[in-house]
């Protein structure tokens, strides 16, 4: 824009909207991944971070990561294939009134 070799109309208006941009640095693991990831859980399910922010963090986008698990798990069920735990099977039954 500066050099005029970009012509983008409504730039000076709203110059805000074109330069805005969000920045994670990487997370980098430290001396126990496994910890790492822990702790990253329970920020997750404590609402001190999003899902979002953590795989950003990492260089992933939410949304792709997400329209890839829900592929593989549909993909997964077609087949009749169970890998890991299920999520489900880990909390208690609701009470029977």
């Given at each position: 824009?500066?050099?005029?070799?970009?012509?983008?109309?409504?730039?000076?208006?709203?110059?805000?909207a074109?330069?805005?941009?969000?920045?994670?640095?990487?997370?980098?693991?430290?001396?126990?991944?496994?910890?790492?990831?822990?702790?990253?859980?329970?920020?997750?399910?404590?609402?001190?971070?999003?899902?979002?922010?953590?795989?950003?963090e990492?260089?992933?986008d939410?949304?792709?990561?997400?329209?890839?698990?829900?592929?593989?798990?549909?993909?997964?069920?077609?087949?009749?294939?169970?890998?890991?735990?299920?999520?489900?099977?880990?909390?208690?039954?609701?009470?029977t009134?």
């Amino acid at each position: 824009m500066l050099s005029g070799a970009l012509d983008i109309p409504g730039y000076e208006r709203n110059r805000a909207a074109f330069i805005a941009c969000s920045w994670l640095p990487p997370k980098w693991d430290w001396v126990d991944p496994l910890k790492d990831a822990k702790a990253e859980i329970e920020q997750i399910d404590a609402g001190l971070k999003s899902r979002t922010q953590a795989l950003a963090e990492r260089g992933y986008d939410a949304e792709q990561v997400d329209a890839e698990i829900a592929a593989d798990r549909e993909r997964e069920q077609r087949l009749g294939l169970t890998f890991g735990s299920d999520p489900s099977q880990l909390l208690p039954p609701p009470p029977t009134p």
